[in-house]
Structure formats: C-alpha cells, structure tokens
C-alpha cells in the first residue's frame, strides 16, 4: 500500500503456511531493483494496493515491479547494460571528428 503521509510504500507480507508476516517500507522505487527474484513476482502477482489520492505514486513503484518482472532484473542477477559501450562509440567518434578538423585534444 502507498502511504501518501509518509511517501512510501508499505509493503506488507503474509505466510499462512507458516504464519509469519514481513513490514518492508520503500522510499525510493528504484530501491526494488534490489529485491531478491521471489519478492519481484510476488509484488507482480500481488498488484499494490493504494487510495485514491496515492495513486500516481502507488503506480510508479507497480511500473518498476513490472519492469523488473519482464526483464528479470533483481539483486541475484547481473544485467549488462550498452550504455557504457554508446558512451565510448560517441567518444572515439568526437575524437574522429575533431582531428579531421585539425584541433587535437591535449591530455593531461
């Protein structure tokens, strides 16, 4: 549930087998890319429940949880991202373009 008072999630789980019960309180969504695999499904197959007036916030975090479901991102798995590959293609082409235009970068 998204507590509009404290901006947070509450997310609250229940056992019955076991009869046990777990509080977590998320701050930030991007915090759940964090959350182990078991918790990721259980957060998609147990939509979040929120008020009326936490509802863009409340679907904020359900969005991420639906990301990370799809995409399998959790904190047991490593995921690579090209970003850091883009980064270095735009670099050696500056650089490319630069030196065709006579004006060197001077490294320190």
Same mark, same amino acid.
């Given at each position: 549930?998204?507590?509009?008072? !404290? !901006? $947070?999630?509450?997310? &609250?789980?229940? #056992?019955? &087998?076991?009869?046990? &019960? @777990? @509080?977590?309180?998320? *701050? #930030?969504?991007?915090?759940?890319?964090?959350?182990?695999?078991?918790?990721?499904?259980? *957060?998609?197959? %147990?939509?979040?429940?929120?008020?009326?007036?936490?509802?863009?916030?409340?679907?904020?975090?359900?969005? *991420?949880?639906? /990301?990370?479901?799809?995409? #399998?991102? %959790?904190?047991?798995?490593?995921? =690579?991202?090209?970003? @850091?590959? /883009?980064?270095? #293609? $735009? /670099?050696?082409k @500056? $650089? =490319?373009?630069? =030196?065709?235009?006579?004006i060197? /970068?001077?490294? *320190?």
């Amino acid at each position: 549930m998204y507590n509009q008072s !404290t !901006t $947070e999630a509450v997310i &609250s789980l229940f #056992d019955k &087998s076991k009869g046990e &019960s @777990r @509080r977590i309180n998320v *701050l #930030d969504p991007m915090w759940m890319v964090n959350y182990s695999k078991k918790d990721i499904e259980c *957060l998609f197959y %147990n939509k979040i429940v929120y008020e009326k007036p936490g509802k863009v916030q409340a679907q904020k975090y359900q969005k *991420l949880v639906n /990301l990370c479901y799809a995409k #399998d991102i %959790n904190f047991g798995r490593y995921w =690579k991202s090209k970003f @850091r590959d /883009l980064e270095i #293609d $735009e /670099l050696l082409k @500056r $650089e =490319k373009r630069l =030196k065709g235009s006579r004006i060197y /970068l001077i490294e *320190l």
